[in-house]
């Protein structure tokens, strides 16, 4: 059958156009926020029209008043997010081995730590973080989030990895592999898409995170971008084109990172059935 003589697919223009729809929604608030971003503080009444002249003036504003917070929002997500994927997995991978009642207690213990609010820990968290010495501190905040990452990372791998045939496992060890050396030879490696993909959702969640930044941080010493984002929207007089600017540096490397990895992502959430 020639490919002339397969029958057309009627649907297509529909699902294009609906595509195209649900794009533009998505992209109006970005698109928004750009034009504010280059608007004068005479401008910015009129929303919908173009500035006049671009006024990057309102990034350079902005980068001053949240460039140290940006650093600082890049120095907790990198390694929080890679040490909350870590000891997940390591978690993850005994609870995958286990079969039976015993291994779905301890499965569901563990998931018992994503139905805690964070507002009822709240205050013993931060009393806790001050008697550690770890209050208003990086690494601080790498233990918060790695604590409240392990019951996701942990959930989602778990899965992921009883995906892998038993056997594998089996051949391993009788060529001689240890369960560790499976774990970091043969598994994580196999497992590459799930844990980009689970690597860049701990990523975004790390990120956007306002709640414990503002509990546990104080100054600029480790002080995230969403602080500093909530603070300049706290003021009495708020300067819309340097907010909107900050806003768009804010999200840059969350963006970035879902498009240099957008593959790997898909793959993860299939349950790496593509890989």
Known sequence: MSASSLPADRDAPIRFAAAV?????????????????????????????????????????????????????????????????????????????????????????????????????????????????????????????????????????????????????????????????YFFRILLPASKSGLAALAIIQSRSIWNDLLFAMTLTSTDRARPVTVQLNALTSGLEVQYGPLMASTLISIVPVVVAYLVFQKAFVRGMLGGSSK
């Open 21 to 181: 729809l649900l794009s533009a929604v998505f992209l109006a608030p970005l698109g928004m926020a750009l034009l504010t971003s280059l608007k004068s503080p005479a401008e910015i009444v009129q929303i919908l029209s173009l500035p006049h002249r671009p006024d990057w003036g309102n990034y350079a504003v902005a980068w001053n008043q949240i460039g140290r917070s940006f650093i600082n929002s890049i120095a907790i997500t990198l390694p929080g997010a890679l040490l909350s994927v870590l000891v997940g997995a390591i978690g993850a991978f005994p609870l995958s081995q286990l079969r039976g009642r015993t291994g779905m207690i301890i499965y569901f213990f563990l998931l018992t730590g994503m139905l805690v609010p964070y507002q009822i820990v709240q205050v013993p968290l931060f009393d806790l973080m001050r008697h550690l010495g770890l209050y208003n501190t990086i690494p601080g905040m790498w233990l918060v989030h790695t604590a409240y990452g392990v019951p996701i990372c942990t959930f989602f791998l778990r899965n992921f990895f009883a995906s892998v045939p038993k056997s594998i496992f089996e051949a391993a060890m009788l060529d001689g592999c240890g369960p560790a050396g």
